[in-house]
């Protein structure tokens, strides 16, 4: 059975500091899908990831994809109460759009 | 833009009703989902539609049941509500073939069973 994984699964942290979400999967997978969802809404599309190395980035957002570790990164460069959200990461193993499998979410709060 | 709608926002429905969630998306998408998400559960698969009148279960379909007449259009039916499915229920709906199976969200549907 796939799981996907997120730590942390709470991050607190300061305006303008760095931090990293990871995203770990236990089969392969070349593609790999970042989401975020404001408290009590629904989810939106961050970032599309689809071969090995791939690398996107949008605003103060980085998300990176290694297939070969079965991991991707999100990685947030000097946090604004802005991103205060709840990020998902979903792994599609069969490459065929229909059995994602998401991970727990990692809630961030970005504390003035 | 590709535009995921659902029929309501908050529903409140009592023990036992018969109770349907409408989602319609306008981008000619093959593939559609409804998911459950409830605090610590994450996001659960409860059936997809790949094509007009094909449905597939998903992790969770007890309980449920779907209707996809249109391309365009996917109900959730829940035949007698009960109290444990109060949630929040998502739909989506992605392209089917090609790189990109990206999923686009509806807004959201938070059905209260009393």
């Known amino acids: 059975e796939l799981k996907v994984e997120q730590n942390p699964l709470f991050l607190s942290m300061q305006e303008g500091k760095n931090y990293t979400i990871y995203c770990n999967y236990s089969?392969?997978?070349?593609?790999l899908y970042w989401y975020r969802q404001d408290p009590g809404k629904s989810l939106e599309s961050l970032f599309v990831l689809l071969s090995n190395g791939a690398v996107k980035q949008e605003g103060r957002l980085m998300a990176s994809l290694d297939t070969k570790a079965r991991l991707s990164t999100l990685h947030i460069t000097a946090a604004v109460h802005d991103l205060s959200a709840t990020y998902f990461c979903a792994v599609d193993p069969l490459s065929s759009g229909q059995n994602f499998v998401f991970g727990p979410g990692t809630r961030l709060s970005v504390l003035p | 833009d590709v535009k995921v709608t659902q029929s309501s926002r908050y529903l409140v429905k009592r023990t036992g009703e018969k109770v349907f969630l409408e989602c319609v998306q306008d981008m000619d998408h093959e593939n559609m989902f409804w998911y459950r998400q409830d605090p610590g559960l994450g996001l659960r698969l409860i059936y997809f539609?790949?094509?007009?009148?094909?449905?597939e279960k998903g992790d969770i379909p007890e309980g449920y049941s779907v209707s996809r007449e249109k391309k365009e259009r996917f109900s959730l039916i829940l035949e007698s509500a009960s109290t444990n499915q109060t949630s929040m229920y998502l739909c989506?709906?992605?392209?089917?073939?090609?790189?990109?199976?990206?999923?686009?969200f509806g807004p959201g549907t938070r059905l209260t069973v009393t």
């Open positions: 539609s790949y094509d007009v009148k094909m449905k």
């Open positions: 989506a709906s992605s392209v089917s073939g090609g790189p990109n199976y990206e999923q686009y």
């Open positions: 089969t392969t997978s070349d593609r």
